[in-house]
């Protein structure tokens, strides 16, 4: 079947907008792509093709002037919100400077943006009609099912495996049981098979398609399911139970480059799903956020590590994946209908800038696990946290050499030697906590132990 679909033709969330900085611009690269979102003076997000006209510099190194342009950092280029360009500083005559600016060959393309549930959203399409064509078409928010939309936040990372992959594991339920074992009451010995996964309606290019299916556990097996595909990139799945509960999980895997995918994401429970934990609700929010955040990485970890070994293992076969992988149980459905609505209406997999991909290369433990240009350098909340815990070390070590000095020279005055001990306990409890932000701090950048062996423990057992 010839293709139906078009890639560039679409809305896609790039951002929350609380992970943006209205003061400095942002690269984000989208189907090979690269692009800068900016804010002008009008308060409004701004997104072209990061590359200066004049000798192809990242605008997103550049700079945000008072007049609300951006700045290339290069030679000091301006350019507005229309991608016009406003300001050549070596130009001095005003005839030069109104032909220059005026050229097509000075003018950056500027692409259709707008703001929904809190997301960034660009329709990444170059045609000169790309802002008429993009009213024909809504984005895919989430849908009215009584759920509270703002009640979570959402969250942003860009891991290291490619799009196919990671929409096809959002499709395939049964695997949490053996991946995810010891995490949020997954286990093989609770495992339920799934009897009904059957799509709804039909399969089409625009509308994607929509799964029910039951449960897979001993918690959830009288569970009302539903995974809706709305292209080119969202996940809308809910789950109803019995007892009257409802969980909605907004999942958008979009495609940046071959082998890396860019995942927004929003879970929203009508009733508590996780216990309390006091010691965080006492911590300023950006820091419980930061924390937070930090107690997914087992399982994001555990689904990278497998995908990973997914997309290196089909990269070796010489054969389309219906033909590597064997799907016979109905816990599979969810896979095939995403493969073939990929191949019979969207060419297999995404359309690149660049045309082909290149050859996949394996990623060692250190890149795969790698969590700075995961998500902590996009994290507002998780930022913070690592500035937070490398002062707190450094006051810490400044702590234990004052107590330190001070336990020496109470050893040395006719004084108590009860101060001298009390010193010395604060020395050690400074030298504890210097220990514990470092390792702390390095848990937000790296999911590799920082002491013995760098080996990710993926498991307890």
Same mark, same amino acid.
């Given at each position: 079947m010839s293709n139906q679909f078009s890639w560039t033709q679409n809305w896609y969330p790039i951002s929350p907008l609380s992970y943006l900085d209205a003061s400095v611009p942002t690269t984000v690269t989208i189907l090979g792509k690269k692009l800068v979102i900016w804010q002008n003076k009008k308060q409004q997000w701004v997104v072209m093709d990061d590359q200066c006209p004049h000798k192809l510099a990242q605008l997103s190194l550049g700079k945000i002037?008072?007049?609300?342009t951006l700045m290339c950092r290069h030679h000091g280029w301006c350019f507005n919100e229309e991608g016009n360009c406003t300001k050549i500083p070596m130009l001095v005559e005003e005839e030069a400077i109104k032909t220059a600016c005026n050229s097509?060959?000075?003018q950056v393309t500027v692409y259709p943006t707008q703001v929904k549930q809190g997301l960034l959203w660009v329709w990444p399409d170059d045609k000169e009609t790309a802002f008429e064509d993009c009213q024909l078409n809504e984005p895919a928010i989430i849908p009215e099912c009584g759920l509270d939309v703002t009640s979570t936040d959402w969250s942003l990372s860009e891991v290291p495996v490619g799009y196919t992959v990671s929409l096809e594991s959002s499709f395939d339920p049964?695997?949490?049981?053996?991946? &995810?074992? /010891?995490?949020?009451? #997954?286990s093989p010995e609770r495992t339920v098979p799934i009897t009904s996964f059957k799509t709804v309606?039909?399969?089409?290019?625009?509308?994607?398609?929509?799964?029910? &299916?039951? /449960?897979?556990?001993? #918690?959830?097996k009288d569970m009302e399911a539903s995974r809706t595909f709305s292209p080119p990139c969202c996940n809308t799945t809910i789950y109803r139970y019995p007892n009257g509960n409802m969980m909605l999980a907004q999942l958008y895997f979009i495609p940046t480059e071959p082998g890396r995918c860019r995942y927004i994401t929003k879970f929203i429970f009508d009733f508590n799903f996780t216990p309390k934990n006091w010691l965080l609700n006492w911590l300023p929010k950006k820091l419980k956020t930061g924390f937070q955040h930090l107690s997914t990485y087992q399982?994001?970890?555990?689904?990278?590590?497998v995908m990973h070994s997914q997309e290196t293992l089909q990269s070796s076969l010489d054969k389309p994946w219906n033909k590597s992988y064997?799907?016979?149980?109905?816990a599979?459905?969810?896979i095939v209908t995403f493969r073939q609505w990929l191949d019979n209406f969207a060419g297999g997999k995404p359309d690149w800038k660049n045309g082909e991909e290149?050859?996949?290369?394996?990623?060692?433990?250190?890149?795969?696990?790698d969590r700075w240009h995961r998500h902590t350098k996009y994290c507002p909340s998780c930022r913070a946290t690592v500035d937070f815990l490398a002062k707190v070390q450094k006051y810490s070590r400044y702590s234990t050499m004052i107590f330190s000095i001070l336990t020496l020279l109470l050893l040395f005055l006719p004084i108590s030697s009860k101060l001298a001990v009390l010193s010395t306990i604060f020395a050690v409890i400074s030298v504890l906590i210097s220990f514990i932000s470092d390792d702390l701090r390095h848990s937000f950048l790296s999911g590799l132990p920082k002491q013995g062996l760098p080996i990710r423990k993926l498991y307890n057992s």
């Open positions: 002037q008072e007049d609300g097509s060959r000075s049964s695997h949490a049981q053996f991946l &995810h074992e /010891g995490l949020a009451g #997954f309606n039909d399969v089409s290019a625009e509308g994607g398609f929509t799964l029910n &299916h039951s /449960g897979y556990n001993i #918690f959830n399982l994001s970890d555990q689904d990278l590590r064997f799907l016979p149980a109905n599979d459905v969810g290149k050859a996949y290369q394996s990623l060692t433990d250190e890149q795969l696990y």
